[in-house]
């Protein structure tokens, strides 16, 4: 152990910075505190093994991870305990769409549609979901007319991994048809 600390003390006299051990991925089912590293990157450790951040001098100590005038942000993530809450979902032309309300610490989320083509829950293109800030909506384009829909919004753990136990489904949507007569060339 006193080997360990004259390395972090070396690394503090020539201004480097000694790498975490002990940081964890980023997992919205637990209580977190966020270390935003001023190269952009996070470190993420659970509140439930590491109790205490230390202070001393601009040296962050996190459990047995020590950081050397190198942390931008700290930011605190309870862990989500309810399902996402949608506020609203429609059908219209040809195509559906789902408002909801975000986490503060889930950065993706996926959205899957059920109905018409779709025999079982389908996963949606990224790129129709989107974050509005203080909203996520995903649109789902290329609906058979006269068909009944579903869409169910998954958040996405920091591993990648579906949240399925916090996700939540639209009731029945309803897709019109578009009318495109009149049109010519």
């Known amino acids: 152990m006193k080997h ?7 690394f503090a006299l020539l201004g480097m910075n000694a ?3 002990n940081d964890v991925i980023q997992d919205a089912t637990k209580n977190q505190v966020q270390l935003k590293l001023t190269d952009g990157t996070s470190k993420f450790y659970n509140t439930a093994e590491v109790q205490e951040l230390t202070f001393d001098n601009g040296v962050i100590t996190a459990g047995q991870d020590q950081y050397n005038s190198n942390v931008a942000t700290i930011a ?4 989500i305990t309810a399902k ?10 040809e195509s559906a769409y789902v408002k909801f309300d ?10 899957y549609v059920k109905g018409g083509q779709y025999a079982e829950y389908t996963a949606i293109d990224h790129e129709l979901v989107r974050n509005y ?11 058979q007319a006269g068909t009944d829909y579903q869409l169910k919004v998954v958040p996405v753990n920091g591993d990648g991994t579906d949240l399925t136990q916090f996700a ?5 949507l309803k897709v019109k048809s578009y009318a495109r007569q009149g049109w010519s060339l």
């Open 76 to 79: 605190f993530a309870k862990a």
């Open 4 to 10: 360990l600390s004259l390395l972090f003390a070396l």
């Open 19 to 21: 790498q975490a051990q």
């Open 84 to 93: 996402v809450n949608i506020t609203e979902a429609k059908g219209w032309l």
């Open 168 to 172: 939540s489904e639209t009731e029945v």
């Open 102 to 111: 975000l986490y503060d610490n889930i950065q993706k989320y996926n959205v």
């Open 133 to 143: 800030g203080t909203y996520g909506r995903a649109d789902v384009v290329g609906l």
